[in-house]
């Protein structure tokens, strides 16, 4: 279905590589190319008039890298890096990109990475269809198989580089999903990203004692840029720890 398409735009320098890509995405039935563009600046342009759902984006550019271009952007859409250079991979999976391709990379491992996307595309339609009562659940993609997890039983989401563990109170659930998809789909008054690695669930949150909370038998660091919310969100105060 036509709506169910992701709008894509390319961010790449170089001629050879921009034309390599072009010719895989129009292999791919459920990705419509809205615009190809060789630089930061032509892709900003790009942004504002299509508003595209994924960008493949290179990060050795002129005049400003792909990183810096990214954490530039508000609301930026689902990123695929295309580089060169795989010495910045960790840092890529930081800024929670979808994937991370190693030019040349084949068919099969682009084919990889843009069913990473659909899924997240697919997975964020799903939680923000206009429907007047939140969603309880969710399905989330493990091994071969959907399983189905339900709001009211997660205790906190772990990040695990481009997975996140979905810790419940009967088992745990590794998915290939970045952390801030993730807190995307838990977007409520329920949750919150207390740390760069750790999404909490307030409702099984058992006490609170310095930097940790503890949530069923584990506990959950705090980070100090985010003690002051989670003092807030837990008792209506601005109150410190």
């Not at 709008?7 to 170089?14: C, L, M, P, R, T």
């Not at 960008?55 to 508000?74: A, C, H, N, W, Y």
């Not at 799903?126 to 429907?131: I, M, N, P, R, V």
């Not at 058992?206 to 940790?212: A, H, I, K, M, R």
Request: glycine share 4%; with cysteine.
């Amino acid at each position: 279905m036509q709506s169910n398409r992701i709008k894509a735009v390319i961010v790449e320098d170089e001629p050879l590589a921009r034309s390599g890509l072009e010719g895989y995405i129009k292999e791919i039935d459920f990705i419509e190319l809205v615009a190809s563009c060789e630089d930061a600046l032509q892709a900003n342009n790009a942004l504002s008039q299509h508003q595209p759902d994924l960008m493949f984006l290179d990060i050795q550019m002129p005049r400003i890298t792909g990183i810096d271009f990214l954490k530039s952007l508000v609301k930026p859409p689902m990123v695929i890096f295309t580089t060169a250079y795989p010495n910045y991979a960790l840092q890529g999976f930081e800024l929670d990109v979808v994937d991370y391709l190693v030019k040349p990379y084949p068919f099969d491992r682009f084919l990889k990475a843009v069913n990473k996307a659909r899924d997240l595309f697919l997975l964020r339609s799903e939680s923000t269809k206009s429907d007047s009562s939140a969603p309880e659940f969710i399905f989330v993609k493990t091994d071969s198989r959907l399983e189905k997890v339900i709001f009211s039983e997660i205790l906190f989401v772990e990040a695990m580089e481009n997975y996140v563990i979905i810790h419940t109170q009967s088992q745990k659930i590794i998915t290939m999903m970045t952390m801030k998809a993730m807190e995307e789909v838990l977007s409520g008054s329920d949750f919150l990203r207390v740390h760069k690695s750790f999404i909490v669930n307030h409702m099984h949150i058992t006490s609170v004692e310095g930097n940790e909370i503890k949530t069923g038998s584990a506990k959950i660091p705090v980070s100090r840029k985010n003690k002051s919310q989670v003092m807030e969100w837990l008792t209506g105060r601005k109150d410190s720890f």
